[in-house]
């Protein structure tokens, strides 16, 4: 047995050199290890403050929920019956309904099986950084973080104040923080579900993000989920009080192993500092404080709130009546923190975009976060901007209008479903370009390499090498910088170039891709796979998908190639596979087909529709109406409705 052990405690706050009284924690001693349980957490179970919890005892605490049925067997914690394949392995965030979380040693599996993941070497004398976008459980889940990371030998954790760091400023103080101490961060939880709802009976998420501030690469995460299947016992001091972490200031716990501190910090300044030595601030505030220029600003209630107000109003000296649900809330306010055209509802009705909504007079520039701030949209007045676009034409004036940006781009990059916009853009500037799969940690290895500046998603993500996740409220600057550029010459004119004006002029310049997704939410998980299946099996023969398409419409080119989109590393060399159903026509359009694993219940299924238009007496049409015939040819070919049920998709994008 293990036996108990006393720490003393002491405290300290960044306002005051005084010392709280010294506390006794007693640690009660836990069960026997296994005879084959490696050295090193062996010892430190003995040295620390730690508990070890074995298997047996984790499957009696368990209450499984329904359809989440444990599976027998003596080797496995919690294993495939909480942690699917598909929720964890093929990305690096676990996503699951709060409900899920809460089961009895759920997220210590998870925490646990991270850090045996990266090995005792890179965790004992660590310094991590635990945080998120605030949503429901996320308090809790720090709490138990703090005592594991302390048992398991972590020397530091920095947790943003109140638990709140949107995920690119989490990427931020990895890189650039440094502590009163001279410490520099190792790593990061981030507590996050990305743009999922939050609450008590919605999602929570966690990842794991590492020393250059990007999400763990494959090996990690492919270690995570087969140790969660495997782990037997975990490390935790259960005797470690909970830490304030609503007041700045240092908490020092000293035991056997040495001082182990919890660090709570401002969660805006390091990044403020960040965006401001990227960006012409002065600029920028000339824009915002112009008459003529109108601007607002939806968090939708998820971390960028915390941000908003000290960038966009102190910085830069926007009116705060600018601000919408800037208020970070457990729940997001009730809302689904997803910015596009259906969830940023008050926003785009703000902006003239409401069907039952006609503003007299909308803002000249809008802009929306999701709940962790790593993805934004761009509306102009009475204008949309597609995330495609974004990114292509942050891309064609970086240079001018970004002083980061004034030596010149590396390269560019994009998910392989998103438009090919940027192509045409590095195709005309020379740069360099690469197409990866979905997800961020592709374009982190080409940035790591010296081969990036600039890259995005579809999916509402844009960013760029300063750090190693997208960025919604540096988007959001780019934007107001290439704004501010466009218009330093005629702030006093009677008319100000718009967003619009800024979007068509690169259209007439580099043609226009016409572009939309449509997704399909919640959808069965069996019927979406045999969905799936029958458009790869319909990719053997390009004879057959014509001939299908001709009899929908015969207006539609032919598809001269299909294929499942295969990624091979430049920089390291790794081959990804099956990362998205491809169809390609004669004429440059393109159909894509992909299964999302972002949310936690059922699949989503993402359909995304490409034609690309170089006569510019041509680009003016509406988006879905230039699309329909495609769409029309996209539905039929891989028989949605009856595959899914669905007659529509949930969102359109």
Same mark, same amino acid.
């Given at each position: 047995?293990?036996?108990?052990?006393?720490?003393?405690?002491?405290?300290?706050?960044?306002?005051?050199?005084?010392?709280?009284?010294?506390?006794?924690?007693?640690?009660?001693?836990?069960?026997?290890?296994?005879?084959?349980?490696?050295?090193?957490?062996?010892?430190?179970?003995?040295?620390?403050?730690?508990?070890?919890?074995?298997?047996?005892?984790?499957?009696?605490?368990?209450?499984?929920?329904?359809?989440?049925?444990?599976?027998?067997?003596?080797?496995?914690?919690?294993?495939?019956?909480?942690?699917?394949?598909?929720?964890?392995?093929?990305?690096?965030?676990?996503?699951?309904?709060?409900?899920?979380?809460?089961?009895?040693?759920?997220?210590?599996?998870?925490?646990?099986?991270?850090?045996?993941?990266?090995?005792?070497?890179?965790?004992?004398?660590?310094?991590?950084?635990?945080?998120?976008?605030?949503?429901?459980?996320?308090?809790?889940?720090?709490?138990?973080?703090?005592?594991?990371?302390?048992?398991?030998?972590?020397?530091?954790i920095w947790v943003g104040q109140n638990g709140l760091l949107s995920t690119p400023a989490v990427s931020a103080v990895?890189?650039?923080?440094?502590?009163?101490?001279?410490?520099?961060?190792?790593?990061?939880?981030?507590?996050?579900?990305?743009?999922?709802?939050?609450?008590?009976?919605?999602?929570?998420?966690?990842?794991?993000?590492?020393?250059?501030?990007?999400?763990?690469?494959?090996?990690?995460?492919?270690?995570?989920?087969?140790?969660?299947?495997?782990?037997?016992?975990?490390?935790?001091?259960?005797?470690?009080?909970?830490?304030?972490?609503?007041?700045?200031?240092?908490?020092?716990?000293?035991?056997?192993?040495?001082?182990?501190?919890?660090?709570?910090?401002d969660s805006a300044s390091d990044y403020v500092k960040l965006m401001k030595s990227i960006f012409d601030f002065q600029?920028?505030?000339?824009?915002?404080?112009?008459?003529?220029?109108?601007?607002?600003?939806?968090?939708?209630?998820?971390?960028?709130?915390?941000?908003?107000?000290?960038?966009?109003?102190?910085?830069?000296?926007?009116?705060?009546s600018s601000l919408l649900n800037c208020v970070p809330k457990e729940d997001f306010g009730g809302g689904h923190p997803?910015?596009?055209?259906?969830?940023?509802?008050?926003?785009?009705?703000?902006?003239?975009?409401?069907?039952?909504?006609?503003?007299?007079?909308?803002?000249?520039?809008?802009?929306?976060?999701?709940?962790?701030?790593?993805?934004?949209?761009?509306?102009?007045?009475?204008?949309?901007?597609?995330?495609?676009?974004?990114?292509?034409?942050?891309?064609?004036?970086?240079?001018?209008?970004?002083?980061?940006?004034?030596?010149?781009?590396?390269?560019?990059?994009?998910?392989?479903?998103?438009?090919?916009?940027?192509?045409?853009?590095?195709?005309?500037?020379?740069?360099?370009?690469?197409?990866?799969?979905?997800?961020? /940690?592709?374009? $982190?290895?080409?940035?790591?390499?010296?081969?990036? =500046?600039?890259?995005?998603?579809?999916?509402? #993500? *844009? +960013? @760029?090498?300063?750090?190693?996740?997208?960025?919604?409220?540096?988007?959001?600057?780019?934007?107001?910088?290439?704004?501010?550029?466009?218009?330093?010459?005629?702030?006093?004119?009677?008319?100000?170039?718009?967003?619009?004006?800024?979007?068509?002029?690169?259209?007439?310049?580099?043609?226009?891709?016409?572009?939309?997704?449509?997704?399909?939410?919640?959808?069965?998980?069996?019927?979406?796979?045999?969905?799936?299946?029958?458009?790869?099996?319909?990719?053997?023969?390009?004879?057959?998908?014509?001939?299908?398409?001709?009899?929908?419409?015969?207006?539609?080119?032919?598809?001269?190639?299909?294929?499942?989109?295969?990624?091979?590393?430049?920089?390291?060399?790794?081959?990804? /596979?099956?990362? $998205?159903?491809?169809?390609?026509?004669?004429?440059? =359009?393109?159909?894509?087909?992909?299964?999302? #694993? *972002? +949310? @936690?219940?059922?699949?989503?299924?993402?359909?995304?529709?490409?034609?690309?238009?170089?006569?510019?007496?041509?680009?003016?049409?509406?988006?879905?109406?230039?699309?329909?015939?495609?769409?029309?040819?996209?539905?039929?070919?891989?028989?949605?409705?009856?595959?899914?049920?669905?007659?529509?998709?949930?969102?359109?994008?």
């Amino acid at each position: 047995m293990l036996t108990s052990l006393i720490l003393g405690i002491c405290q300290f706050t960044s306002q005051s050199s005084s010392v709280a009284p010294q506390l006794s924690l007693g640690v009660k001693s836990a069960v026997h290890q296994p005879s084959n349980h490696q050295a090193p957490i062996s010892t430190l179970s003995r040295e620390a403050d730690a508990r070890l919890t074995k298997v047996e005892e984790l499957q009696e605490q368990q209450a499984i929920s329904e359809g989440l049925a444990a599976e027998s067997g003596s080797n496995s914690v919690l294993g495939k019956n909480l942690m699917q394949e598909d929720e964890l392995k093929p990305s690096y965030t676990l996503d699951a309904p709060v409900k899920v979380f809460k089961q009895p040693k759920y997220l210590e599996n998870f925490v646990q099986s991270t850090f045996n993941a990266l090995g005792a070497d890179k965790v004992r004398g660590a310094t991590l950084v635990v945080s998120g976008d605030g949503r429901y459980y996320s308090k809790d889940a720090i709490q138990i973080i703090i005592k594991m990371a302390a048992a398991n030998g972590v020397r530091r954790i920095w947790v943003g104040q109140n638990g709140l760091l949107s995920t690119p400023a989490v990427s931020a103080v990895i890189r650039e923080r440094v502590g009163a101490d001279g410490s520099k961060a190792n790593g990061a939880f981030i507590l996050t579900a990305s743009h999922n709802p939050g609450g008590p009976h919605e999602d929570f998420g966690i990842k794991y993000n590492m020393e250059n501030g990007g999400p763990a690469p494959e090996g990690i995460t492919d270690k995570i989920f087969e140790n969660t299947k495997t782990i037997k016992e975990y490390l935790i001091a259960e005797g470690l009080p909970d830490v304030d972490i609503s007041t700045i200031g240092v908490t020092s716990f000293a035991g056997p192993e040495g001082q182990f501190d919890v660090d709570v910090f401002d969660s805006a300044s390091d990044y403020v500092k960040l965006m401001k030595s990227i960006f012409d601030f002065q600029s920028i505030q000339k824009l915002l404080t112009s008459p003529k220029f109108t601007f607002c600003y939806d968090a939708l209630h998820g971390v960028a709130g915390a941000y908003a107000k000290r960038i966009f109003v102190e910085e830069l000296g926007a009116d705060e009546s600018s601000l919408l649900n800037c208020v970070p809330k457990e729940d997001f306010g009730g809302g689904h923190p997803d910015p596009n055209l259906t969830y940023a509802k008050e926003l785009v009705a703000r902006m003239g975009l409401s069907k039952t909504n006609s503003e007299q007079q909308p803002p000249e520039f809008g802009a929306a976060a999701d709940g962790d701030a790593d993805r934004n949209m761009i509306l102009g007045k009475r204008f949309f901007v597609t995330p495609s676009d974004s990114v292509a034409i942050i891309a064609a004036n970086a240079v001018q209008a970004i002083p980061y940006f004034s030596g010149g781009l590396k390269g560019v990059a994009r998910s392989m479903p998103t438009s090919a916009a940027l192509d045409v853009v590095a195709k005309h500037l020379n740069l360099k370009f690469f197409e990866v799969p979905t997800g961020w /940690k592709f374009f $982190g290895n080409l940035m790591d390499a010296g081969m990036c =500046s600039v890259c995005g998603e579809e999916s509402f #993500g *844009t +960013g @760029s090498d300063h750090i190693r996740e997208k960025d919604g409220i540096w988007a959001v600057l780019a934007w107001l910088s290439i704004l501010a550029y466009k218009n330093k010459d005629n702030l006093g004119e009677e008319k100000l170039v718009s967003v619009e004006d800024i979007v068509r002029q690169h259209w007439a310049t580099y043609g226009r891709h016409y572009y939309t997704r449509y997704d399909y939410e919640n959808v069965d998980t069996g019927g979406a796979k045999e969905l799936m299946a029958h458009l790869v099996k319909l990719q053997s023969s390009l004879d057959e998908v014509n001939k299908i398409i001709k009899g929908k419409r015969s207006d539609i080119s032919n598809v001269v190639n299909a294929d499942e989109f295969e990624y091979k590393d430049p920089v390291d060399g790794s081959i990804l /596979k099956h990362q $998205g159903i491809r169809y390609l026509f004669e004429d440059g =359009s393109r159909l894509v087909f992909r299964l999302s #694993g *972002t +949310g @936690s219940e059922g699949a989503t299924i993402r359909l995304y529709v490409e034609q690309y238009e170089r006569d510019s007496s041509k680009i003016g049409r509406d988006s879905q109406e230039a699309l329909a015939p495609l769409v029309e040819v996209a539905l039929k070919l891989s028989k949605m409705q009856e595959f899914t049920g669905r007659s529509a998709p949930t969102v359109i994008t």
